[in-house]
């Protein structure tokens, strides 16, 4: 497998970190990760745990792609408790991959057919105010296929959930508000498919939101899930808002076999919903999606992340499989 490097940042604080290159498709180059995710998850069936503490943590990540040394750090969780990433996109920052992004890729050739995704996010007011235009915080992305099968997107305010096996008539699914300066958990379900077997299910704090059955990818290669903060409109023009910070902490990744309780970080309880949003889809005829992931690269500007690294606490840190 041939990678053309298209640009390296300079070393982090917390270790080297190649943060993009081109292998067919725009995909990301891989830290060196020696050490297994799963050797130190809570459950047999986690793929992926991390929760920023120990060293290194951000080589357990699959690629990193940012523009500027203030794109992506690792800081003291809000709040308290340990250590978080901490996303920060500008409408001014360098193109990385023929837009505007600051994102990692969790996890890519070990996606199943059958998935867990879990994180927490945390919003905070000053720096992540609401507006009209979108951007997606979190992507299941098919490489070479264009926009992406799946999503979850701020939109004024709301958190929603953008899915579909057809670019054109994706459903967009409202999760709720966007909850400021506090800690929200969300965890996705997914039996990956284009057909009339697809799943995806979505908890917000606990609570159950959505249960949609149906296709939810194109009939194509299983998404890679990628995090961050990606505006696609800043690469063209300006919006009501130049700045966006956002943090994420316990990220997990669970296959066959995983359940909710695996997926929630320590302290989160479940409750039973009063109201789930079941729909039932028919795969349609498939069609070229319209492009978010560009296939063209301008190199952004050379310069590192700081870390902000302190001494690791019980939270753990782990690396993939």
Same mark, same amino acid.
């Given at each position: 497998?041939?990678?053309? *490097?298209?640009?390296? *940042?300079?070393?982090?604080?917390?270790?080297?970190?190649?943060?993009?290159?081109?292998?067919?498709?725009?995909?990301?180059?891989?830290? =060196?990760?020696?050490?297994?995710?799963?050797?130190?998850?809570?459950?047999?069936?986690?793929?992926?745990?991390?929760?920023?503490?120990?060293?290194?943590?951000?080589?357990?990540?699959?690629?990193?792609?940012?523009?500027?040394?203030?794109?992506?750090?690792?800081?003291?969780?809000?709040?308290?408790?340990?250590?978080?990433?901490?996303?920060?996109?500008?409408?001014?920052?360098?193109?990385?991959?023929?837009?505007?992004?600051?994102?990692?890729?969790?996890?890519?050739?070990?996606?199943?057919?059958?998935?867990?995704?879990?994180?927490?996010?945390?919003?905070?007011?000053?720096?992540?105010?609401?507006? =009209?235009?979108?951007?997606?915080?979190?992507?299941?992305?098919?490489?070479?296929?264009?926009?992406?099968?799946?999503?979850?997107?701020?939109? @004024?305010?709301?958190?929603?959930?953008?899915?579909?096996?057809?670019? =054109?008539?994706?459903?967009?699914?409202?999760?709720?508000?966007?909850?400021?300066?506090?800690?929200? &958990?969300?965890?996705?379900?997914?039996?990956?498919?284009?057909?009339?077997?697809? *799943?995806?299910?979505?908890?917000?704090?606990?609570?159950?939101?959505? &249960?949609?059955?149906? @296709?939810?990818?194109? =009939? @194509?290669?299983?998404?890679?899930?990628?995090?961050?903060?990606?505006?696609?409109?800043?690469?063209?023009?300006?919006?009501?808002?130049?700045?966006?910070?956002?943090?994420?902490?316990?990220?997990?990744?669970?296959?066959?076999?995983?359940? *909710?309780?695996?997926?929630?970080?320590?302290?989160?309880?479940? $409750?039973?919903?009063?109201?789930?949003?079941?729909?039932?889809?028919?795969?349609?005829?498939?069609?070229?999606?319209?492009?978010?992931?560009?296939?063209? $690269?301008?190199?952004?500007?050379?310069?590192?992340?700081?870390?902000?690294?302190?001494?690791?606490?019980?939270?753990?840190?782990?690396?993939?499989?």
């Amino acid at each position: 497998m041939n990678f053309r *490097l298209r640009y390296i *940042l300079a070393p982090v604080l917390v270790g080297a970190l190649a943060f993009s290159c081109d292998k067919k498709d725009m995909e990301e180059i891989s830290p =060196d990760m020696s050490a297994s995710a799963s050797s130190l998850a809570t459950s047999a069936s986690l793929l992926f745990n991390q929760g920023f503490e120990g060293s290194n943590p951000l080589d357990s990540f699959h690629g990193i792609e940012v523009g500027a040394s203030h794109s992506l750090t690792v800081v003291d969780r809000p709040g308290g408790g340990g250590k978080t990433s901490r996303f920060e996109l500008r409408q001014n920052d360098p193109d990385v991959k023929g837009s505007r992004r600051a994102e990692f890729t969790v996890i890519k050739d070990e996606t199943q057919k059958e998935m867990w995704y879990a994180f927490e996010a945390y919003f905070p007011a000053k720096d992540y105010v609401d507006e =009209d235009n979108d951007e997606v915080i979190n992507q299941w992305y098919q490489s070479g296929m264009g926009t992406p099968s799946a999503a979850l997107r701020t939109k @004024g305010g709301r958190l929603q959930l953008r899915v579909g096996n057809n670019a =054109d008539t994706r459903e967009k699914i409202d999760l709720g508000p966007v909850v400021k300066d506090q800690w929200q &958990s969300v965890v996705v379900h997914m039996v990956h498919s284009y057909g009339s077997d697809g *799943l995806t299910e979505v908890w917000v704090n606990g609570k159950k939101i959505v &249960s949609r059955k149906g @296709g939810n990818m194109y =009939d @194509g290669p299983l998404p890679k899930w990628k995090m961050g903060v990606y505006k696609s409109a800043w690469a063209s023009q300006t919006t009501t808002t130049d700045r966006r910070v956002l943090f994420f902490d316990n990220i997990r990744v669970g296959k066959v076999g995983a359940t *909710l309780a695996d997926m929630l970080a320590s302290g989160t309880t479940t $409750t039973t919903p009063t109201t789930e949003v079941p729909t039932t889809t028919t795969p349609p005829t498939t069609t070229t999606p319209t492009t978010e992931e560009p296939t063209t $690269t301008t190199p952004p500007a050379t310069e590192a992340p700081n870390s902000n690294k302190k001494a690791p606490n019980n939270k753990g840190q782990n690396k993939k499989g």
